[in-house]
């Protein structure tokens, strides 16, 4: 059975992250934690990602006390997580101190597994992520994020792959966020991989664009060691292919997961009661499960093409959908052909959304300019040097690691806290979060403090509110 294709299930991360909003509660999960510990996974995906945000923001959740319940109801399954690099779960790069407790305190908590990828696949952005993995006892899974352009091909990702194993990962993971990896390319790929890198190879992709079934499979013929599937209540469509049908087509061959299907269909009866509550409050659109096929055609993730319809609806200029559809290519050229995954999909978008309804390059966002700056790390091509120009002038272009110039930011956000908490969990959500954090904590107190007991907390509520 060494050549057993093993399976990484998703149902408590990317699943409802990309069908249900990262809306999945603590309580819908923790009555299937046995039969899920039971089934012999490579890992659960259940942390990191959108999930710590949604945890704060909508469900009145502690996000550690999360990951520390999961733990205990799952002892013998490894938990794997999803982290942005340097961005950790937030939206910019953090100090590399902050990067250090986030990653050992996700270890300490009970994460296995840390799955690190960068946007722009700058290994720079990666780097600190990775040896605190190591260093606090952790599975160091570095990401390739996956796209298509005139830049990446195979020989780019190959390459990308040595130099993240260079750097100390254990696996590779090949992250086709937008699910534009099609079939015989997976093959291809990963046997060039499986060649070329001698640590497991693990393939996450999606079913947005439909192939996300024949993907994982061609991948697997190609020796591929780990997939990600999702239990079938919340698989397919944004989310991953079903873990049932994986497990079932590959039974009795040389590549048979030995998974028992009587098992999963037990738990994924228990999901459907979930994804069925998920959908009467209208947070499940059965619109996720339509095959998109735009994204096969103009390669746009599917996500970026409804923020693209969002903001054209809120500048009345819906009839324009389609001249911003040309323009992406055309702006994603000129910004070095960055892979359009957050946040550069939204920074290439809103660009192309202004270059077609004020005029090309007339303005450029914030971020625009953060990125042709080279404040998010290099970019994976050529930039066009005359749209840099219009959009930064003769400012100096960032060529070093963008967090080499980040001061240490821990002990700055320690004081902010002084007397509110002191916990580094909290300090760390803070750091993330910082509105965010504040709310859910006041929340918190005023659900938890004990009224006669006044240690404190409440006295210093009130400084925290000023
Ligand atoms: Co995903």
């Known amino acids: 059975m060494a050549n057993k294709l093993y399976i990484t299930d998703t149902i408590l991360r990317d699943a409802h992250q990309s069908q249900a909003a990262t809306r999945m509660r603590l309580e819908d999960m923790l009555p299937a934690c046995e039969m899920l510990d039971k089934i012999g ?22 996000p550690w006390a999360r990951l520390r319940a999961l733990r205990k109801a799952m002892p013998n399954t490894r938990l794997q997580m999803l982290l942005r690099g340097q961005n950790l779960l937030g939206y910019k790069h953090y100090a590399d101190d902050v990067v250090e407790a986030f990653v050992k305190k996700s270890i300490e908590n009970g994460i296995d597994v840390i799955r690190i990828f960068d946007a722009l696949n700058d290994p720079r952005n990666m780097e600190a992520a990775m040896k605190y993995t190591k260093k606090y006892g952790g599975t160091c899974e570095a990401a390739i994020s996956y796209t298509v352009s005139p830049v990446h091909n195979e ?33 291809s790929l990963v046997k060039r991989l499986k060649e070329k890198v001698d640590i497991p190879i693990h393939l996450h992709t999606h079913n947005t664009t439909g192939t996300g079934d024949m993907t994982n499979l061609m991948a697997c013929s190609a020796g591929v060691d780990i997939v990600d599937c999702a239990l079938s209540p919340l698989a397919n469509g944004t989310s991953q292919p079903s873990t049932e049908a994986m497990v079932a087509t590959l039974r009795g061959t040389e590549r048979d997961t030995g998974l028992d299907l009587v098992k999963l269909t037990e738990v994924a009866a228990y999901f459907r009661t979930v994804a069925n509550k998920l959908k009467a409050d209208g947070i499940l659109d059965p619109k996720v499960l339509n095959v998109d096929s735009n994204t096969l055609l103009y390669q746009v993730p599917g996500g970026m093409l409804s923020n693209l319809i969002s903001q054209l609806k809120q500048a009345k200029a819906e009839d324009k959908y389609y001249d911003v559809l040309e323009e992406v290519p055309r702006v994603r050229a000129d910004f070095g052909y960055p892979p359009l995954v957050t946040p550069t999909s939204q920074i290439v978008g809103s ?19 953060g990125l042709l700056r080279g404040e998010y790390g290099k970019l994976p091509g050529e930039v066009n040097a005359e749209v840099r120009k219009m959009a930064i002038g003769d400012d100096e272009v960032i060529t070093c690691r963008p967090a080499d110039l980040i001061k240490p930011e821990l002990e700055a956000y320690r004081q902010e806290l002084k007397g509110i908490t002191d916990s580094e969990e909290d300090i760390l959500s803070y750091a993330l979060f910082p509105q965010v954090a504040k709310k859910f904590f006041e929340e918190r107190n005023k659900a938890s403090a004990p009224a006669a007991d006044n240690n404190g907390v409440r006295e210093l509520k009130v400084e925290f509110l000023g």
């Open 41 to 62: 996974y490579w890992s659960l995906e259940c942390w990191g990602g959108a999930t710590f945000d949604s945890c704060m923001r909508f469900l009145g959740e502690d």
């Open 155 to 187: 020989d780019y990702f190959v390459n990308l792959a040595c130099t993240l194993k260079e750097m100390g990962a254990d696996t590779i993971c090949i992250k086709d966020m937008a699910n534009l990896l099609l079939p015989y390319d997976a093959y």
């Open 351 to 369: 660009q192309s959304v202004m270059n077609v309804l004020m005029g090309r390059y007339k303005t450029f966002t914030k971020e625009s300019k």
